[in-house]
């Protein structure tokens, strides 16, 4: 199972990191594998390249602003959630990914 996750907060240098690290761990204890972006203040310091998002399973975006880029994850099954749920709820956020996952 892989997960592509998207962080976006205003700043980008707090909640979108600390949602961002508290999913990533969580998903690394279950062996799913994930690659994250981290978006805010009109910054994206590393952004998930197509392949990345075209393999994964789900795109879980959390965020607090709008994200950019959007039209990349045409067709993908995405989970959006606010950022501070995903740094609250880390294991629901990614029960709820694997629910929507298996759904078919």
């Known amino acids: 199972m ?13 909640h979108s990191k600390m949602a961002a690290v508290a999913i ?3 998903a690394l204890l279950r062996g799913i594998e994930i690659d994250v ?9 590393v952004r998930l390249t ?3 998002i075209n393999a994964s399973d789900l795109v ?10 959007k039209e990349r994850l045409a067709g993908k099954k995405i989970l959006d959630v606010t950022v501070s749920f995903a ?12 629910e929507l996952i298996n759904k078919k």
């Open 60 to 69: 879980i975006i959390a965020k607090a602003v709008s994200i950019s880029g």
């Open 87 to 98: 740094l609250r709820n880390p294991k629901t956020v990614l029960d709820q990914a694997i």
């Open 37 to 45: 972006e981290e978006q805010g203040g009109h910054k994206i310091p």
């Open 50 to 52: 197509q392949e990345q």
């Open 24 to 26: 990533k761990k969580e």
């Open 2 to 14: 892989k997960i592509s996750l998207i962080t976006a907060c205003l700043a980008g240098v707090a």
